[in-house]
């Protein structure tokens, strides 16, 4: 886990993803959680970012794990970037969406705000599945009334060189596209002190 601090009284940014916001396949400094530290000190923001991602994580997992990071790092916004993982294993979406109600509602309960990011699952799994899952994103950002970036990996995702030789993670030039789609969701949230 990597901690960005700024000052004392900065406030804090929890980002709670998978490998895509995990940087992995990235060195150290390259994944767009480090990135947006770098903009928000250039923008004048005084927020930590506290990028706690997991490489693997499904959205049970993230479920189990977020009270503790919740209570340890007191985040003033949590950017959920999780489900990725739920997809591409071909789990119900049903049980996504309630993965990802019950952490957007832990981490209000506790003050936060909430910017919730997407997914999209490539055609090969079926019209009706890859439907199913990015309406997903969209219900639980409705039904939890918390701003949603629909597609983290908008604009890139059908252009093989933006993407490590895995296919699936974005390379470190893509990173920056990357922020540019979250940061259009965040700067909403944010609040000069």
């Known amino acids: 886990m990597l901690l960005f601090v700024g000052a004392a009284q900065a406030a804090t940014i929890l980002v709670w993803g998978d490998s895509l916001s995990a940087g992995y396949g990235l060195k150290p400094g390259e994944a767009w959680p480090t990135l947006l530290q770098t903009r928000l000190k250039n923008e004048g923001f005084r927020h930590a970012v506290i990028n706690a991602s997991v490489s693997g994580e499904t959205s049970a997992g993230g479920r189990s794990r977020l009270p503790a990071a919740l209570a340890q790092h007191k985040p003033d916004i949590v950017i959920l970037e999780l489900g990725a993982n739920d997809g591409l294993r071909g789990l119900r979406p049903q049980l996504m969406a309630e993965n990802l109600e019950a952490m957007v509602a832990a981490a209000r309960d506790t003050g936060a705000k909430v910017l919730l990011v997407g997914m999209q699952m490539p055609p090969n799994y079926g ?19 918390v701003p949603l970036v ?37 700067s909403p949230l944010l609040s000069k002190r």
């Open 150 to 186: 629909p597609f983290l990996l908008e604009g890139f995702a059908d252009q093989p060189e933006w993407f490590l030789a895995d296919g699936i993670h974005p390379t470190a030039e893509a990173q920056s596209r990357v922020l540019d789609t979250v940061w259009r969701g965040l």
């Open 127 to 145: 019209p009706a599945y890859t439907r199913r899952f990015a309406q997903s994103f969209v219900e639980v950002a409705k039904a939890q009334q």
